[in-house]
C-alpha cells in the first residue's frame, strides 16, 4: 500500500571534491553529525526518516544559490528544509545528497505599512513575523498551527485555520525569490497587487515542495489587525449536525475567521492534554474578526444559523488569554491525540472536497474509522472543506500501518469520487505519490515534463510529488 | 521602439494534407473568406492585424483535442481566439495557422449553487453566465468591461473594476480543462476549495495566452448577489488628491466593491460619448456591496475619509438603473476617447504599482502625457494600483506611434522602478513582449523553459508572451 516501502531512491556516496568545496565554503555549518543527519532526515509524522549525508546552513540567498551550483555539478541531491513541521515525509533524503537548512534565514528585509506587505527571508516563522508586527496594526494570516518556516509554508502550499477568511498561502504571496536547479536566482515579480506579465512562476513554485526550485525570500501581503475579535465554542448532537451547520453558514457567506471541527474523541484528547473541560461531544470553535458592529452582526447571523441545527450554547472566549488558550489547544490536537496512545506516532490524512459534500464525507469516514485497530479522531478546517484523521497507529506495526494506509485509499477515492483531492495543505511529499495518477490523470505527465524542464538532472528534492514516471 | 514592426514570424502555407483532413472533420466550420481571415486576425487595439490562414469553429474540448493533434501533426500554428477583446495583438497570427475561435462553446455545464461554483465552456461571457445565475441569487465577479470570453479572461489573467474586492480571474478559477500542444486533454483539479495536491496547473495556465495550453472549460467560484448596491461619484480638486484619497481608503481596509479613478479628460470623453453631465474634474466611481448595515457602515467611513482630501459631494446612484448607466459610461471609456478623434485608434497603456507609489506615478505620467501630440485620457483600477492611459491616436502616423511608444517606455519603466508591472491585466500578447526581460530578467529564461517543455514545436500562439530567445 501506500507506505515508504521501496520508495527509497539510489544513493551514492557524496563525492570529496564537493565535500572539501562545501567545507572551504561554509566551515562548520557544515555538519555530518549523526544527531544533525537523523533530525533532518524526518519531520513529524510516522514516516521513517532518510537522513542525508550532510546539512548545510545557510544564510542568504547568494549561499542558497552557491550551493546549489557546487551540487549540480556533481549532480548531488538537495533537500530543502525549514522547522521539520511537514507531515508527508517532505524532508527524508530519498537518493541522500545535501539537506539544506533554512531555518537560519530570519531576516525581516522590509516591512511596508503603506502597502500593507513585507519581504522576508524564507526561515522567518509566523510567530517571529507577528511579534514584529505587532506595532504597526499588521498581520500574516496563514496558521498552519505547527512552528513552520513561512518558506517551508509556500513549500508545500499550506493554509490552515483562518484560510477560510484570509486564503491560503498561495493567496497572500506577492512573489518569491527563488534558486533553480542551476543555481539561477529568480525574482517572480514585483510588489503589484495583480500581474499579467507572462507565466505565474510564484504560484508554479507554491507548492512544488523543492523540487523545482528554492525559495530563500519572499514578498506576503498583511492584513490589518482587526478591532475585535471574538471565539466561541459549540457543540452538535452529532457529526452530522456540526458539519451541516457549517455548510449552512458558508452559505449564507458568513465571513468568519475561523471555523474548527472538532469530534468528540479529539475533544477528549484535548481535554487530557491540555487540561480542559470541553462537553465530550462534536464541536466547532469559532471566531470573529471585524469591527466592534461587523462582529455583533456576524454574532447574530451564527446565533440563529446554529440554533435551527440544534447546537448547544455558545461559550464565548473573549479575553485575549482564553482565545489564546482555545487555539492553542485546537493547534495542539496532533500531539494530544498521539499522547492518547504512548509510543505512537500520527498518520494524518488530509482530504479536501465540495463544500455540499463534506457532512457526507465526514459521516461515513467516521463510520470507516471505528474499523480501525486504534482509536482515531477528527480535526478539520470545514469551512474550506478540509479535514484530518489523527491516526495514533505503532510505527512498528505492519498490520496497524497497513490497516491505515487502507482506510487513507478509501478516504482519498470517497474524496476524488466528490471531486475533491488528497491534500488540502499537507502536500504529497513521498506519503501521497500512489495518489497523484488518480487525481491528475494526464495532468501528471504536464508536470512531469515541467520538472525536467527545470530540474533536468532530478537533483533537487528527489522522489517528492512526482512518483517515478 | 515596441511596435509590432519586425516581430512577425516566418510563415508557410497550409500543408494541403491538413485542409483536408480539417475539411472532413469541420466541414462548413472551417473558413477562409477574407472576412472570417480579417476578423480573427486583429483585436480592440491600434495594432494591425495578422489574419490567419484558416478559421475552425469549434464546438466542443473533443474537437478541440483533435485540431490540435492535426495541427501537431503538421506543425502547424493554432491561435485560440474567444471574443477578440485583447488589446495586446493576441490574436495576430505571427506564424499564420489556423484561428480556433472558441466562441461557440457557450454551453453552462453545471450550477452549484450549495457550493457557490459552476462549471462552464470557454466561449461562455460574464453577461451570459449572470442572466443564466440571476435566479439562484449568485454572480460570476470578474468584470473587464468588455465583452469577453471567460476563457479569454482566463488565459489573459483579466480582472477589471471589482478586483479590489473579488479578486482576479486568477482567484476564482477553481479549475480548468485544456488541450494541451499534442491533444492531451488535462484536467486540472477538481471542485475543493483548495488543494496542495502537485504543481498548480491552473495558476500556470492562466495568464499563458494560449501559449502552453488551450483552456476549452473552467470551474469558477460565484459569489452571492449583495443584499445591498449603492454607487456613488465624486470629484477632486486635483489628480493628486483624488488618489491620495484612493491610497487612504485602501489603507483603511474598506471592503469597496470597485474604486475607479477617472481624469478630467475621460470625464468630457465619457459625457460626450454618453450624454452626461458630470462635473469635468478628477473624479472617483466608487461601489459598496453588502448587507444594508455594511453598507451603511462602509460609506460612512468612507464620507468620513473623502472629505479630508479636499473631495466634493457624493452624487449617488442607487437605482439599479442609474448605477448601470454610471457603469456603462465607464466601461465605454475606451471608445469614448477613440470617439474625440474619429479615425484613432487607441493604444492603451497598463502599468499597476503598489498603492503608496500610485498617486506619483499617476501625477509623473500625467505630466508626460502634455507632451503627446494628441489628447490622452486616464482610467483606472486605483484600488489595485492599476491604471490605463487611453491614447487616441492616427495608427498611419509613424510619428504618432513612436511618440506613443516612447510615453510607454517611459511609464512601464517609472513602473517597474516602484517594483510594480507592466501589466495590471491586459497581459504581454505580442505587443509588451519588449519589457519582458526587463520586467523578469532570469524568471524570463524559465519561462520559456516551461514554454519549450510544453510546446516543443512552437506551434501554440507562437510569438506571444516570450521574446525571440
Chains 1, 2 share one sequence.
Not at 498521539?338 to 494524518?348: I, L, M
Request: charged share 20%; with cysteine.
Amino acid at each position: 500500500m501506500h507506505t515508504q516501502a521501496g520508495l527509497q531512491l539510489d544513493r551514492r556516496p557524496l563525492p570529496p571534491e564537493l565535500w572539501s568545496a562545501l567545507q572551504a565554503r561554509f566551515g562548520d555549518r557544515l555538519t555530518r553529525t549523526a544527531a544533525e543527519l537523523d533530525r533532518h532526515g524526518h519531520e513529524e509524522s510516522w514516516h521513517p526518516g532518510v537522513p542525508p549525508d550532510a546539512v548545510v546552513f545557510a544564510e542568504s540567498t547568494a549561499e542558497v544559490a552557491e550551493l546549489m551550483r557546487l551540487c549540480a555539478q556533481h549532480r548531488v541531491p538537495v533537500v530543502p528544509f525549514g522547522a521539520g513541521t511537514s507531515l508527508e515525509g517532505h524532508v527524508a533524503a530519498m537518493a541522500g545528497g545535501i539537506s539544506l537548512d533554512l531555518s537560519r534565514m530570519t531576516r525581516i528585509i522590509d516591512v511596508r505599512p503603506e502597502d500593507g506587505d513585507c519581504s522576508i527571508e524564507a526561515g522567518v516563522t509566523r510567530e517571529q513575523l507577528n511579534t514584529h508586527l505587532r506595532d504597526v496594526g499588521l498581520f500574516f494570516s496563514v496558521d498552519p498551527g505547527a512552528p513552520a518556516t513561512i518558506g517551508g509554508m509556500a513549500a508545500t502550499r499550506a493554509s490552515g485555520t483562518n484560510a477560510v477568511r484570509y486564503g491560503t498561502i498561495r493567496d497572500v504571496v506577492l512573489s518569491l525569490v527563488a534558486v533553480m536547479a542551476d543555481g539561477r536566482v529568480v525574482r517572480t515579480g514585483g510588489r503589484a497587487r495583480k500581474s499579467a506579465a507572462g507565466y505565474d512562476l510564484t504560484r508554479l513554485l507554491i507548492g512544488s515542495e523543492g523540487t523545482l526550485g528554492i525559495i530563500t525570500e519572499l514578498t506576503v501581503r498583511l492584513f490589518p489587525i482587526p478591532e475585535s475579535i471574538a471565539s466561541a465554542v459549540c457543540t452538535f448532537p452529532s457529526v452530522q449536525a456540526a458539519v451541516e451547520c457549517v455548510i449552512g453558514l458558508i452559505q449564507l457567506a458568513v465571513p468568519l475567521a475561523r471555523i474548527e471541527f472538532l469530534d468528540a474523541a479529539a475533544i477528549d484528547a484535548v481535554n487530557r492534554y491540555s487540561s480542559l473541560d470541553n462537553a465530550l461531544a462534536p464541536t466547532l470553535f469559532l471566531e470573529f474578526h471585524g469591527s466592534e458592529a461587523e462582529v455583533a452582526a456576524q454574532v447574530a447571523t451564527v446565533r440563529d444559523a446554529i440554533a435551527s441545527h440544534g447546537a448547544g450554547e455558545l461559550h464565548w472566549a473573549t479575553r485575549a488569554e482564553d482565545r489564546a488558550r482555545l487555539w492553542k489547544a485546537r493547534h495542539e490536537a496532533l500531539w494530544a491525540v498521539n499522547a492518547t496512545r504512548p509510543g505512537s506516532r500520527s498518520w494524518t490524512t488530509d482530504v479536501c472536497v465540495p463544500i455540499s459534500r463534506l457532512a457526507e464525507c465526514i459521516v461515513d469516514t467516521t463510520a470507516d474509522m471505528q474499523e480501525l485497530p486504534f482509536r482515531g479522531a477528527i480535526v478539520g478546517h470545514v469551512g474550506d472543506g478540509n479535514f484530518h484523521c489523527l491516526l495514533p497507529l505503532d510505527p512498528t506495526s505492519d498490520a496497524e500501518l497497513e490497516a491505515a494506509a487502507r482506510f487513507n485509499d478509501r478516504l482519498v477515492r470517497r474524496a476524488l469520487a466528490m471531486e475533491g483531492t488528497c491534500t488540502g495543505e499537507h502536500g504529497i511529499g513521498h506519503g501521497k505519490l500512489g495518489f497523484m495518477a488518480l487525481e491528475h490523470g494526464e495532468g501528471l505527465a504536464v508536470m512531469r515534463a515541467v520538472k525536467h524542464a527545470l530540474d533536468p538532472d532530478g537533483i533537487l528534492n528527489p522522489g517528492k510529488v512526482l512518483p517515478a514516471g
